[in-house]
């Protein structure tokens, strides 16, 4: 019988967390990673302010919001993600996040091909993939930081919109007296 492939890990207990330093974001990001043949998955803690710049990546990348709340911009448009969001960013899309909460912001992100072509993420991610599979796994894809002059005012209109769309209606308000 060949070798017990390495398929399963305690992602609490046995992967540990390491932190990275995304280009130009004023906070870092906690995370977890484990990658396959064609997948990379990490589990990952964001805290408050913090904002990376525009990237892309020849990855298609899905995140499922656990705690907390995270703005992420897809080129022209912006989404408010909160506790229980799934959010998809296709291949190539320019896209950024930012999280405007008062507390971290803990997400699983899925991305295929594997997002550990980036050398940033590769160092802490631990392989579940036997000798073989290895061996043949595609070649994990990169974080590009690209420019967007459209950012601020992406920003701007995309958080006015939710804000807007959360105001509840005044009505009912009792007339004032005389
Ligand atoms: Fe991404």
Known sequence: MSEKPPYRFSFENEVKPYRVQPPKSPKDIFLRMVEGTDISI????????????????????????????????????????VKGDIMRVPRNKIHWAWNRGSGPC????????????????KTGAISMMTEEEEAEALDGTVNIQVEYPKLAEVEERAIREVEEANRLPVKNLAPADG
């Open 42 to 81: 990490m589990l990952a803690s964001r805290d408050a302010g913090y904002h990376t710049a525009p990237h892309v990546h020849d990855a298609e990348q899905f995140n499922y919001i656990i705690e907390g709340e995270l703005w992420i911009f897809v080129e022209e448009h912006g989404y408010r993600c």
């Open 106 to 121: 803990v997400m699983l992100e899925a991305h295929t091909p594997p997002l550990t072509g980036d050398p940033m993420l």
